[in-house]
C-alpha cells in the first residue's frame, strides 16, 4: 500500500466530507432556530440531485449553471412547506418529537412520489468534467469529488456571509441564540422561520448536486444520507455552521483512513460507532453549544 | 443539622459560591438572602446533589452527603422546593403528591396507599378541594401549595424552600408564613428558605445568612443584619450605608 | 402572568361526569374482552388466509408498540432502535432451533431474554441522553446493529438465517402463529397496562414530567429507566422471536428495517402513548389500514398515503388522538376563565 494511495484516499475522504458538511448545514439550521428536527431534510437534497439530473438530461443544462434556479425553486418549497407543514406543528406542547414525526412522514410521502413517477432505478449525475482526474504530483483527485466539494465549500461560505454579514442572516442567528430577546427587539420570528426554512431547504436541493457527483442516487437513499446528516450535527454540536463545516471534514478525513486500512463495509460501522461514543460522552458535540 | 463548609462552586470562569460555610440547628427556620445573582440557587444545588461542589463537604446528621445523588439525598430527608415551580402538568394534584408519598421515605407500594396519605398532605396546605384539578390548570398560588405538598410528601426532616414568597399578596404572605410555622412545629421540619421578600424573612427566620457574589456577608438574628452596613451597601450601593 | 383559569365544581354536573366517565370505561373494558374472545375463537369459522396473515401483523405491531410505550410514551424517551432488540430475538430463535433444535416457543422467550440483555448492556450509557440525543442514539444502535449482523458470519450476514419449519401444513401454521401472536400480544398489553398503574409506573411518568424534579422525591431515576427499557427489550425480544419463526427467514435488512422502528413510533404517536389504550388504538387502526393498502392498492401508494395521513394527523392533533379525545368536552370539567 503506497503512501499515494493512502494519501488519494484521505483526500478523497475529506472531499466528501466538505459535502456532507454543506448536506448537513441546513439540517443544523433549523434544529438550532426552531427546534424542528427535519428529517426529511435529506430527501430535499435526493429531490435537488433528481432537479439537477432532469435538467441536465432533458434540458441540457449544466448541473453547476442550473444550480440558481434549483436553489430559487427549492426555497419556495420551503416557504410552502413551513407554512403549510412546519408552523402548525411549532404549536405542540413537544416541537421535537412532533417535528420528527411529521417530517418523517414527508420524508416518505416526498421519496415514493419520487419512486413512483420516476422509479426506484439509480442515477448519477456525469456532468463530462467529473470524468477526469486532476493530479498533484503522482496522486490523483477525481474532479467528480473535487467539483462536488468546491461546490460544497462556496455554498457554505455564502451561507455563513449570509448569517454573519447581512442584517437578515443576523436576525436569525439572534433568534438561534435566544428567540424570546429576538422577539422583544422587534425581530419578527415567523419571517425569520420562514426564510431559515426556506434556506435549510434550498440547501439541502444544493448539496443533493454535490452528493450526486460523488454517489450513485435514487429515492431511498434518502435513508442513508440522513443518516451521514445526524452523523455530521452530532458530532459537530448544533451550535454553528463552522462547527458543522468542521465535523463535516473531520467524518471525511476519518472516512478515508479507516477506507486506507480497512474493508469498506467497516468503515462505515467504524463511523456510525464512534459516533456513537461521542454522543455518549459529549453530546453537545465537539463544538456544540 | 445541616452544615456546609468551605463549599465553591464555578461555572467556567464565574465562582457562584465561594468558600461558604453555613449551619442550620434542628429546628430553627434559617434565611439565605442576598442580591440576585448571588448564588443562593446554586448552593442549593449543591445541597441537594445536582452538583458537586469543587472544594467543601456538606454534612446532614453528621453524615456527609457532598457526593451524594439527588434521590439519596432525599430519601435521607432532604426535600426542595423550586424558584419556579415545577408541578407535573399533566397529572392531578393528588397524584402529583401521591407520586411523592410512594417514592419518599414512606416508601408506600402502591397508588391507592399513596392517594390517601396525599391527600391529608392537601388538607394539611389547603388544596384538597382541588385534588383531582390537572396541575396545569392551578393558579400561581395554589401551584407554590403544591409544590410544598410535593415536598413535604416524602416525608422530609429538612425542607429547602426557594423563593417560595415571591408573587405573592399580603394577605397570601401572611397564610404561607402561618403554613410554614406549622409545618416547623406540627411535622418537626427544619427550614432553610432562599428569599427576597424581607417581609417573609422578618416574619420567619430566627437566622439569616447573606450571601453577595457567592460569597458569606454576614450572618446573624434578623436586627443584627439589617443594621449590618455591609449588608445595606451590598443591597442599595455604598452611598445609603 | 398567570391567566387564572379556575374550576368551579358543580356537585350535579361533577356527578353526571363521574357516571359517564364509569360508564365509558365499563364499555370499554367489556367490549375488549369480548373482542379478544372472538379474536380467539375466529379462526374456527375458517376464514381466508389472508385474514389470519392480516390479523398476525396486527398482534405483532400491538405488541411492539405497547412494549416501546413503556419508555417512550411513559417515560418520554423516544427509542428508534426498538427494532434492534425485536431483531436479536428473532436471530437468538433462530440460532437456538437451528443448532440445538430446542423448541422454538421456547426460545422466543430466550430471544426475549438476550434482547433484555443487549438493553441492560447498551442502557446505562445511552439512558443517560436526554431528548432528541436519545433519539438519535438509539436510531445509530440499530444501525450499527444491523451493519454487525450483515457482515458477521456466525448470524449468516448478508445471507440470512432460514428457520426449519414446523411439520404441518400452510392452514395450521397460520393458525397457531395467528393465536400464538393474539395471546403474546395480549399479554403484553395487559403487562404493560398494569406497569402503567403501579408504582414502576408512576414513577416512569415523573421522570416524564420532569425528571429533575422526580430526583428530588426519591425517585432514582437511572435505575427505573434501565427497568423500562429492559423491560420493553424482553418483550419485543420475543416477539421477534415468534416473527422470525413465522416469517422462516430472517435476513437484517428485514429485521433491523428502521421503517419499523419508525411505525412503531408513528403508531404510539398517532394513538396517543400517554396510556395503554394509545398504542392499542393507534397500533389496530394503522397497522390495518397499512396492511390493506399495500395488497390492495400497492407499496408506494400505500406509503404515500400513509405519509400523507401522518402528516395530517399530526398537523391537527400534534399530541396525539387519545390526547385529543381526553381534552375534549365529553370528560373536561366546566371551565369558567
Known sequence: MSVTYILETIISGILFGGIYSLLSAGFCLTWGTMKVLNISHAVFAVLGAYMAYWFFVKGSLDPLLSLPLLALLLFFLGGIVYRLIIRPVTKAKDVIMASMVVTFGLAIVIENVMSYFWRPDPRILKPPYTGASFFIGEIAISQGPLFGFVLAILAIGLLYLFLYHTYTGKAVQATWQNPVGAALVGINPERVSLITFGLSIASAGVSGVAMAFIYAFYPSVQMVWTLFVFLVTIVGGVGSILGTAFAGLMIGFITGVSAAFLPFVWVNVILFALLWFILLFKPEGLFGA | MLEGIGVSKKFGGLAAVSNFDFSVVEGQIVGLIGPNGSGKTTLFNVITGFYPPDTGRVIFKGREITHHKPYQIAKLGIARTFQIVRPFLELSVLDNVAIAVLYGRENMGSMEKGRARALELLKFVGLESKKDVLAHQLVAVERKRLELARALAIKPEFLLLDETFSGLSDTEIQEAIRLIYRIRDDLGVTIFLIEHVMKAVMGTCEKIIVIHYGLKLAEGRPEEVSQNPLVIQAYLGKRRA | ?337
Not at chain 3, 78 to 95: D, K, M, P
Not at chain 3, 148 to 154: P, S, T, V, Y
Request: aromatic share 14%; proline share 3%; glycine share 8%.
Open chain 3, 1 to 337: 402572568m398567570e391567566l387564572r383559569r379556575g374550576v368551579i365544581l358543580n356537585l350535579e354536573q361533577d356527578k353526571k361526569l363521574v357516571d359517564n366517565r364509569t360508564r365509558v370505561r365499563r364499555l370499554m373494558r367489556t367490549s375488549i374482552v369480548v373482542l379478544i374472545i372472538l379474536l380467539f375463537l375466529f379462526p374456527i369459522i375458517r376464514p381466508p388466509l389472508f385474514f389470519l396473515t392480516l390479523f398476525f401483523s396486527v398482534f405483532m405491531y400491538v405488541a411492539l408498540t405497547e412494549s416501546w410505550n413503556l419508555m417512550g410514551g411513559y417515560t418520554g424517551y423516544v427509542s428508534l432502535g426498538h427494532v434492534t432488540f425485536f431483531s436479536i430475538g428473532a436471530y437468538t430463535t433462530a440460532l437456538f432451533m437451528n443448532r440445538f433444535g430446542v423448541s422454538p416457543f421456547a426460545t422466543a422467550i430466550l430471544g426475549g431474554i438476550f434482547a433484555a440483555g443487549l438493553a441492560g448492556l447498551v442502557g446505562y450509557p445511552v439512558l443517560r441522553l436526554r431528548g432528541a440525543y436519545f433519539v438519535i442514539s438509539t436510531l445509530l444502535l440499530a444501525v450499527i446493529m444491523q451493519l454487525i449482523f450483515m457482515n458477521w458470519e456466525f448470524v449468516g450476514s448478508s445471507t440470512g438465517l432460514w428457520f426449519k419449519l414446523l411439520p404441518v401444513s400452510m392452514e395450521t401454521n397460520r393458525l397457531i402463529f395467528y393465536e400464538v401472536m393474539l395471546v403474546l400480544a395480549t399479554l403484553i398489553t395487559l403487562l404493560v397496562r398494569r406497569v402503567e398503574k403501579s408504582k414502576l409506573g408512576a414513577g416512569l411518568i415523573a421522570i416524564r414530567e420532569d425528571e429533575d424534579v422526580a430526583k428530588t422525591i426519591g425517585i432514582n431515576t437511572p435505575w427505573l429507566k434501565m427497568q423500562a427499557f429492559i423491560l420493553g427489550a424482553f418483550f419485543a425480544g420475543c416477539v421477534g422471536g415468534i416473527y422470525g419463526y413465522y416469517m422462516s427467514y430472517i435476513h437484517p435488512d428485514i429485521t433491523f428495517n428502521i421503517n419499523t422502528s419508525l411505525l412503531i413510533l408513528l403508531m404510539a404517536f398517532f394513538g396517543g402513548c400517554h396510556t395503554w389504550t394509545g398504542p392499542l388504538l393507534g397500533a389496530v387502526i394503522l397497522s390495518l389500514a397499512n396492511q390493506l393498502i399495500v395488497t390492495f392498492i400497492g407499496a408506494e401508494i400505500s406509503r404515500i398515503l400513509y405519509g400523507l395521513l401522518l402528516v395530517i394527523i399530526i398537523i391537527f392533533m400534534p399530541d396525539g388522538v387519545i390526547e385529543y379525545i381526553r381534552a375534549s368536552q365529553f370528560f373536561q370539567k366546566e371551565r369558567t376563565s
